[in-house]
């Protein structure tokens, strides 16, 4: 019988560990279909995904401070059905949600497993079924972030299309050589050592300057500073004619979309604010590609953060702010400030999450908004539809600690479908689909040059 394999989680990923306790760090993917799925071949297709990746059936076992994975020889995910058909719209609030949007919010919430401190054992990957009214399904993946960043899910999803495009016969095939029985190394054992090389003094200094400037940002208003947090959604979405205006102003001017949706937001948030305000945009950039020692899998937390503060006066055009936020951006990647800055990020989430009082109204906020320096992009539309899913939506909680906005950005089909993710009711859903819609029109009009 073969053994389970275990070792300890890294710095980054212990950060993921604590702040999924309060709230941030559920990933989520949904995908809404307008037949019922099957749900043996789906577990199958699962299953399959957890042979190929142990990190998917994995435990994360807590000892008092201490985090470590272990690792089943075996597969053992359970699909869970849910019949909601006779319910209609079950959220708090005024505004109706699209079945798909729905069950992507009762999942970001369903953190119990990892909120509970007294579990000594969790697992890290759930699958969902929902039947809901008018004939809609809706499956729910949901996953610990230390075992799925953005790159992981876009990874999951596209394996999952391909197994469920498979025969039957082929689909239920044992193949024990295909079975890897590790979760790859940590990213702090895998990046450059030369990249991480930081005087002790100068650690000390950019220890001190975040903490003092994170005290010197504005953040957006805050609707309810006491009520218990939960992460609620507001889609924005492009069509293609105006996404292909935004891509060849990103093009002409040098820069990806991070900086355009950075630049859009910061706008939107300052809108008519008086004076000059201090803002906070993290960025997280993907460091698969630059790390020392090749991943022996792909799945896992591989992504770092770069912080960057922006003043904002009032009067700015897009595309300049847009070049100014990349700029920075790009500057400090350049530098390896997304390495050598890893661990004191990650001790500041860490003290946030034990200190709430250190950030505002003990607001838990780190920053005003969150991007991704890559923009995913999306033209398996058609494979999509073959296996009868017509829509989907991923992204990840941050009701705990983190960003007032996280944006999760796709292109499909031509199209930028963005997931905006806050935190309720520190924020309302009328204030964040305000600031939202503020940044559609202000990406709409910049557009406008770069048509043809």
């Known amino acids: 019988m073969t053994e389970r394999k275990g070792r300890t989680v890294g710095g980054t990923e212990c950060s ?37 990746h142990p990190i998917l059936r994995s435990t994360l076992l807590q000892h008092t401070n201490t985090f470590s994975f272990l690792t089943s020889p075996t597969p053992f995910l359970q699909l869970t059905t849910h019949d909601l058909s006779s319910n209609q719209n079950n959220t708090n609030d005024s505004i109706s949600l699209s079945p798909l949007q729905q069950i992507l919010e009762l999942e970001l919430n369903n953190d119990s497993e990892w909120r509970d401190a007294k579990r000594d054992s969790t697992e890290m990957f759930f699958g969902s079924v929902y039947a809901l009214p008018n004939n809609v399904w809706v499956v729910a993946l949901r996953l610990h972030v230390v075992a799925c960043d953005r790159t992981t899910a876009v990874s999951l999803l596209g394996e999952l299309l391909e197994l469920m495009e498979e025969k039957e016969e082929i689909l239920s095939e044992e193949n024990d050589k295909k079975v890897k029985h590790e979760a790859s190394l940590a990213i702090e054992d895998l990046v450059p050592r030369e990249k991480t090389k930081k005087a002790l003094l100068a650690r000390g200094f950019d220890m001190l300057g975040y903490s003092l400037n994170s005290l010197r940002l504005t953040n957006m208003k805050f609707c309810d500073t006491k009520a218990t947090r939960f992460s609620q959604v507001v889609r924005l979405q492009l069509n293609q004619d105006d996404t292909k205006g935004v891509l060849a102003g990103c093009a002409l001017n040098g820069i990806k979309v991070c900086g355009v949706l950075s630049a859009a937001g910061l706008m939107a948030a300052h809108g008519s604010k008086r004076g000059s305000k201090k803002y906070g945009i993290v960025t997280l950039t993907d460091c698969r590609s630059t790390l020392q020692s090749r991943l022996s899998d792909n799945f896992g937390f591989y992504h770092s953060a770069i912080l960057n503060s922006h003043e904002m006066k009032g009067g700015e055009t897009l595309w300049e702010l847009a070049k100014k936020t990349y700029g920075a951006f790009a500057n400090s990647k350049k530098c390896n400030k997304h390495f050598s800055d890893m661990a004191d990020l990650n001790f500041l989430m860490c003290k946030a999450i034990e200190n709430p009082g250190l950030t505002p109204s003990s607001s838990l906020r780190t920053a005003i908004m969150s991007v991704f320096e890559d923009t995913v992009i999306d033209d398996s539309i058609k494979k999509q539809r073959e296996v009868g899913v017509e829509d989907y939506m991923g992204c990840a909680s941050v009701h705990g600690v983190g960003p007032s906005i996280a944006i999760f950005d796709t292109i499909r089909d031509g199209s930028l479908d963005c997931a905006c993710v806050y935190p309720a009711p520190l924020h309302s859903r009328e204030q964040m689909q305000e600031v939202v ?9 910049a557009a406008k040059t770069f048509k043809k």
Do not use: E, F, Y
């Open 16 to 52: 993921w560990c604590k702040a999924a306790r309060g709230g941030t760090g559920v990933a989520v993917i949904t995908l809404r279909s307008s037949k019922p799925p099957n749900t043996h071949r789906l577990q199958t297709a699962l299953h399959k995904l957890q042979n190929s």
């Open 437 to 445: 819609g503020k940044m559609k029109a202000i990406l709409i009009d």
